[in-house]
């Protein structure tokens, strides 16, 4: 390790190793690199525009810097441990390729809003990147719930057996709760996308900067008014890891469902071998190990949210050393939910199947037509609790007798009520059952068909 010191002349010797070690983020801020390049090659752009440096001056540090950027690219640039941070060691590169001149780059710039800077180029990419991960996820969905439209499956509450769904209509939730998951990005990324660059350390600079001219450069859409703000705010963070989290939760909510779902007990789809895996000892099972790893990262996921948020509380004003604690966790929160999004969506385009004649048993031996049943009689007049009583009853006596509801001939439902015609048949066959729940949102075909030409436009768009 190098013994070369980093700060100014006050200090007269270097860092202990371990300490040095303790306080280095090179190890995981390398992942910044790209966009700490393109940060300082718009803040030397603004200091020639704003004539603190020459134009030549700012042409040789923009070629150094691109000169950076394609060793890197090139795998022969790996900063060690001494370099400790990524702004340190593109700057140390910097000097040693165009010498003295690489020495004004930080005129008018502190690392704590070029850090601020570059975490924002790096989020407000990976934003964009996690829509069109959804955007996929949200296609395989539709794909399914176009083939699906009249498969019924059997709809729970409490996880007990409540009303028959059209499996598209199922699915299509989670279209709509992945569209909320985009939306929210995109209202995140305006609060990403606003520039620090100029704050300084903390209190601005006493050089004539142009801050709204390198913001433009680096197509932020704003600038922070308050420069102790600037440097210091990490909400866009949060509120990234909190859509982060909330995308979690849904494909965790689907990953529990196409588990169950997958199990003996259920029995409702099948996994195919390209997404399924064997068991060391026991050879006759498949396990659902993508769904249950998903819903297992969702909880890192949800930890980088708390832990910044602890991070946060209790930081005095300004830039504390804190605030490196951030980025392993965005990092990794990106990672995890570009993964998770990306298994998902392979799950569905290739690795399920539905079982379709299991499902339509399963729909059919059950008492999910009881609601039906009363509606029937509230239709002729019964009023609705008096009807949802007496077909308690019902479904009370037919338990006891082993029978389903259209096992109980006319003669039966006339003693019950005189109001039952031949037509209480039709009116509880799970087809029907689930197509007169035409109410809008509802899961009746029409309502469904109507919400798949939706999603279909939306994504078009
Ligand atoms: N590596 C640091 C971080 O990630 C960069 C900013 C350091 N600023 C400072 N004043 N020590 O936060």
Redesign the pocket.
Known sequence: MSKQKTWSDRFESALNPAIAIFNA?IGF?IELIEYDITGSIAHAKMLAKTKIISDAEAQQLESGLSQIRTEYQQGNFNPGIEA????FAVEKRLIEIVGDVGKKLHTAR???D??GTDIRLYLRAEIREIQQYLRKFQSALLTHSEQHVETLIPGYTHLQRAQPLSLAHHLLAYFQMTQRDWERLEDVYKRTNISPLGCG?LAGTTFPIDRAYSAELLGFDNIYQNSLDGVSDRDFAIEFLCAASLIMVHLSRLSEEMILWASQEFSFITLKDTCATGSSIMPQKKNPDIPELVRGKTGRVFGHLQGLLVIMKGLPLA?N?D??E??EGIFDAVKTVKACLEAMTILLNEGIEFKTARLSQAVAEDFSNATDVADYLAGKDVPFREAYNLVGKVVKTSLAAGKLLKDLTLEEWQQLHPAFEADIYEAIAPKQVVSARNSYGGTGFDQVRQAISQAKSLLNT
Request: proline share 0%; hydrophobic share 20%; no cysteine.
């Open positions: 983020s801020d400790e941070d990524v702004h502190s690392r704590n070029q850090v350390a830039y050393k605030l490196q951030d980025k």
